[in-house]
């Protein structure tokens, strides 16, 4: 059996031994959070770890080979480079700047300029990983960012905002060309929050959002979907009704057409 199989296997039997989402919510701050959550030193050193052996690599001259869902955004940069020579992400939710890498790891040493919009916490450690380098930026608001970007990228951040479908009307005004979301929990279900409990020491708010509504606020905002594939993770570990549900989340790519009535 191939190695993804595999993994994919064992978060299925995972999943059905130990609940990861539980209950049902109406409003983010009805969940019952607890833990430092992403925000702890554990999963910082682990986030800083996986982010500081990808420059590492790339520097070594090592190949640094993003694929499957990860590839989606250094692919369609490529796009964007090939017919503009330069390209602008507004990577919101970002992290310490990992899918900065596998930008640069497919486009080169190319006319580049990254945001990435994060908490405060995360952007220090950012700024000290790329300090001596110049094409990428980290800020704590999208008030701190320019319109008119490349790429609007999120991946599998939306969910973890206290209102999904706010932050992306907010993203979509800044009128980048493009809007990719990737690994965003969507789909033919009710818009609901619940509790992620797979974070060592910490229980996490979580939204679960109907895909009807996201394309609805980005059709709204005068973009049109060009591509929708279904995400490589699985989603396992439901202690929810069956009708809130999802096998897996969507990857969704948008393109602005107009500006909005």
């Known amino acids: 059996m191939a190695l993804p199989a595999l993994t994919h296997a064992y978060r299925w039997v995972r999943g059905r031994l130990r609940p990861v989402w539980t209950g049902v919510y109406t409003r983010f701050e009805d969940v019952p959070v607890s833990g430092p959550g992403f925000e702890g030193d554990k999963w910082s050193a682990i986030t800083r770890a996986h982010t500081e052996r990808a420059p590492a690599a790339l520097r070594r001259g090592a190949p640094v080979r993003p694929a499957g869902d990860r590839a989606l955004l250094p692919e369609l940069a490529a796009d964007v480079l090939a017919e503009r020579g330069q390209v602008r992400i507004v990577d919101f939710g970002g992290g310490m700047g990992i899918s900065y890498i596998d930008v640069r790891a497919l486009c080169g040493p190319v006319a580049l300029e990254y945001t990435v919009v994060e908490t405060e916490a995360v952007c220090a450690a950012g700024r000290s990983l790329f300090a001596a380098d110049s094409a990428i930026r980290f800020v704590t608001s999208l008030g701190q960012t320019k319109r008119g970007a490349d790429i609007v990228y999120v991946s599998s951040a939306l969910q973890y905002v206290p209102d999904p479908l706010a932050a992306l009307r907010e993203l979509a005004a ?88």
């Open 174 to 261: 800044l009128e980048a060309r493009y809007v990719l979301l990737v690994n965003l929990s969507a789909g033919p279900i009710p818009t609901y929050a619940t509790a992620q409990r797979n974070v060592p020491g910490s229980v996490i708010a979580y939204w679960f959002v109907a895909l009807d509504a996201v394309i609805g606020v980005l059709r709204a905002q005068g973009y049109v979907e060009r591509r929708a594939t279904l995400s490589e993770r699985m989603l396992t570990g439901f202690d929810v009704p069956r009708r809130y549900r999802i096998a897996r989340g969507r990857n969704l790519l948008f393109e602005f057409t107009r500006v909005p009535d």
